[in-house]
């Protein structure tokens, strides 16, 4: 990652990514909610998900098995937070 | 065989979001084209004009819908669900498996097209391309994307002929309706603006170069003065229907398709061949069972390109003399390439309902070589019982379909 992030922050990115990107209305997005049936993003979204965060936080993530497991919103602030956590330090 | 007619007709042109704007922009005499700021950064383009057409409303498309469309599947989602509203055919009877989609196009969208290479070449990175840039880049984009937007379940086909790709798409409508194999079928081409699209004109020496300063009078297609064709963008849709399904019904008919042929030169990639387009004229009047004398106008393709132009106008010239008034449209909004078919067709056949030929817009001073035709070069009042579309594409592959007037 560019630099260490505040779990807000983390947040605040990964819902600008499905408000924009997914036009996914900001009252939805809150942690608990499923990525699939309450977000109703598909698998198709998903890869286009992961490049989006890729960019956003200069990680390399496609093949990161852990993706497979996300079922919720508050999942994704997990995982990203994860990676920050083990010292993705600069672009991959 | 069974009878087949245009019930329905939709467009999204450089004169507009639709039908009327398309033909009342003719009507006005208007130009759509353009200088195009931006385009002199790329090096060895000498054409700067076109004539795009405006993208909107693109988001009453929902986006799980729309996420798998470039610029093009949008234009034939809105000029597909024009010709659908104005045939007065509901989405609920479009998943009958009777119900078809055909939509050609040069190839997929432009604009997405160099977004995948931009993204990925540089540094030979996979990792960056989104999931729906394959979907935007296929060459059967608007026909799966509008298929899969209303639902289609019958044939959904794309016709990638350049140039010909919509006549083509028309001409496959109507075989498979004809043969009793669908009731109905949207039939129609697409086509995306870019400078890549231009400069692959461009590098060939057959886009106009000369009107940078002058935009609105380019292309001059059959005038002394042209310099190449200019480039343009949007979609036609119409909706091929079989006549008794129709008739039962009480659609409205915009006219009876009675003739169609497509067939190649044989002979050069980009050069017309007079022979090849003579018999594709013949075949596709002899498929009408009618002679060259019954038709009572010639839609050109009439790009405005040296060569085209003067070997369209003698094949025209070899079959129907100078008795049948000719004129092209694309003075008026472009090239639209895949799309042109579709388009020029659904204005002639507002020229067949009005009674009256829209000219050649700046066709001045006919070029020796296009002579012995009979140019429209004002507007004329004229009956129109049967009228002729011709498209030619690159790659030798020519069309021709033949439309008559349904008397009400």
């Not at chain 1, 993530?61 to 919720?72: G, K, L, Q, V, W």
């Not at chain 2, 599947?73 to 009777?98: K, M, N, P, W």
């Not at chain 2, 405005?304 to 070997?311: K, P, S």
Request: charged letters at 25%.
């Amino acid at each position: 990652m560019q630099r260490r992030l505040a779990e807000q922050e983390v947040v605040a990115t990964i819902n600008e990514v499905l408000e924009d990107y997914f036009e996914i209305e900001r009252e939805k997005l809150l942690p608990e909610m499923n990525i699939f049936e309450d977000l109703e993003l598909d698998s198709l979204d998903i890869v286009d998900l992961v490049v989006a965060m890729q960019e956003k936080f200069g990680v390399r993530i496609r093949d990161d098995e852990r993706i497979r497991s996300i079922r919720t919103l508050g999942d994704i602030y997990q995982f990203v937070l994860a990676l920050q956590e083990e010292g993705f330090s600069g672009r991959p | 065989m069974k009878r087949v007619v245009i019930s329905g007709v939709g467009a999204v042109s450089p004169l507009g979001g639709d039908v009327p704007s398309l033909v009342g922009g003719i009507e006005e005499g208007k130009s759509a084209v353009r200088y195009m700021e931006g385009w002199d950064r790329y090096v060895g383009l000498r054409s700067l004009v076109a004539a795009p057409a405006e993208l909107k409303n693109e988001k009453a498309i929902p986006r799980k819908s729309r996420r798998s469309m470039g610029r093009m599947s949008v234009f034939a989602v809105q000029a597909t669900e024009q010709a659908l509203a104005d045939a007065e055919v509901g989405r609920e009877v479009l998943s009958s498996d009777r119900i078809g989609c055909i939509i050609g196009s040069t190839m997929g969208s432009a604009e997405s097209l160099c977004e995948a290479f931009e993204t990925m070449l540089p540094e030979r990175d996979l990792s960056k391309l989104t999931a729906m840039k394959f979907f935007q880049c296929v060459s059967h984009t608007a026909a799966m994307n509008v298929a899969q937007y209303l639902g289609i379940t019958g044939y959904v086909m794309a016709t990638s002929a350049a140039c010909a790709s919509s006549l083509q798409a028309i001409g496959a409508g109507y075989d498979l309706v004809r043969m009793g194999k669908q009731d109905l079928v949207l039939c129609g081409g697409s086509e995306e603006l870019h400078p890549t699209v231009t400069a692959s004109f461009d590098i060939l020496f057959a886009t106009s170069t000369g009107y940078n300063d002058d935009p609105q009078r380019t292309p001059r297609p059959f005038d002394a003065e042209r310099d190449g064709l200019v480039v343009g963008e949007g979609c036609g849709m119409v909706v091929l229907e079989e006549y008794e399904r129709a008739l039962e019904r009480g659609a409205k008919t915009y006219g009876e398709i009675i003739g169609y042929h497509t067939g190649g030169s044989g002979d050069h990639v980009t050069q017309s061949n007079r022979e090849s387009i003579v018999r594709c004229i013949g075949a596709a009047l002899s498929s009408a069972g009618i002679s060259a004398a019954e038709v009572d106008y010639i839609n050109a393709h009439g790009t405005a390109t040296r060569h085209g132009d003067e070997v369209e106008a003698q094949a025209i010239r070899e079959v129907f003399g100078d008795a049948v008034p000719v004129s092209s449209l694309k003075g008026y909004f472009g090239h639209t390439l895949g799309a042109s078919g579709a388009l020029e067709l659904i204005a002639s056949l507002a020229m067949m309902e009005k009674g009256v030929i829209y000219p050649t817009l700046n066709l001045e001073t006919v070029d020796e070589g296009c002579k012995g035709i009979r140019h429209v070069m004002r507007p004329l009042r004229s009956e129109i019982g049967v009228l002729m579309k011709n498209c030619f594409a690159f790659g030798g592959i020519n069309a021709a379909l033949v439309c008559r007037r349904l008397e009400r």
